[in-house]
């Protein structure tokens, strides 16, 4: 039963991630004034989806044990760079964990990171989304890890860690317009992203330093954890 269970919420997981997105997009189609509500709580249960499935895959203590140790690195990481706006290691680490050690832990990773440094910056309505949009970062990671894209090139690696802090930009840039943004237009829309635009750039240029400089160090030491106790059977890979 909890076998079926797992396999179920997995089956589901693309799906409730995708969610969010054309949520976002169908409201602002339609003109729904609720959009703000709406479209967090589709972030909402796509987050505990995500959640429940990496539960029921009942993980032993030497799988979760990368994971937590990653996302406190990349929380700590982010408050520890919280003077310089924008030069964050999340997306870098989430990636990461998202290549070497599966989706689901590279969502675990992103999504932690955000929850827990938030403890410093603060909590609010802002979370769910960081947690959802850096959880994507390191799940997308994961599964271009599997298609070998991220693994046969070097620039591809560099190249996705920009255009994830794009994408990280993206949604929360979206959450804002959707939210606060009043009438919606498709000129307060594209004012809003072009005022966000030179600090995405800045989380894409940070990201792509923070992996050159991480890439390979860390990696040969997650690879060598994976190997010793014996992680060939993580998450995002053979599911």
């Known amino acids: 039963m909890g076998s079926h269970r797992a396999r179920l919420l ?8 995708a969610a969010v997105p054309l949520s ?5 189609i339609l003109g729904i004034e609720a959009t703000a509500g709406l479209t ?3 972030a909402l249960l796509a987050l505990l989806l995500v959640f429940a499935g990496y539960e029921a895959s009942r993980p032993a203590l030497r799988q979760v044990m990368p994971t937590v140790v990653l996302a406190s690195l990349a929380a700590a990481g982010r408050v520890l760079f919280a003077p310089l706006p924008d ?4 997306s870098a680490i989430a990636i990461v964990a998202g290549s ?3 989706r689901r832990n590279g969502f675990m990773v992103g999504a932690l990171a955000a929850l827990v440094s938030n403890a ?3 909590q609010g309505a802002w979370t769910p989304w960081q947690m959802y949009a850096w959880g994507l970062v390191g799940y997308l990671a994961g599964v271009l890890a599997d298609a070998g894209a991220l693994r046969r090139h070097r620039w591809a690696l560099l190249a996705y860690g920009f255009a994830s802090a794009l ?7 979206g959450w804002y317009v959707l939210g606060f943004v ?3 237009t498709a000129a307060g829309v594209l004012a809003g992203y072009a005022a966000a635009a030179p600090w995405d750039v800045v989380h894409g240029l940070a990201t792509v330093g923070f992996l050159a400089l991480i890439w390979l160090p860390w990696g040969r030491s997650i690879r060598r954890v994976v190997a010793k106790y014996d992680l060939s059977g993580r998450d995002g890979h053979g599911d």
Request: one cysteine or more.
């Open 40 to 42: 967090m709580l589709v």
């Open 182 to 184: 009043r009438p919606l």
């Open 167 to 173: 994408l990280y930009g993206a949604i929360l840039n």
């Open 10 to 17: 997995h089956a589901l997981e693309p799906l409730a991630l």
């Open 87 to 90: 030069v964050k290691p999340v």
């Open 120 to 122: 410093f910056f603060g």
């Open 24 to 28: 976002m997009a169908a409201c602002t």
């Open 100 to 102: 070497l050690l599966g």
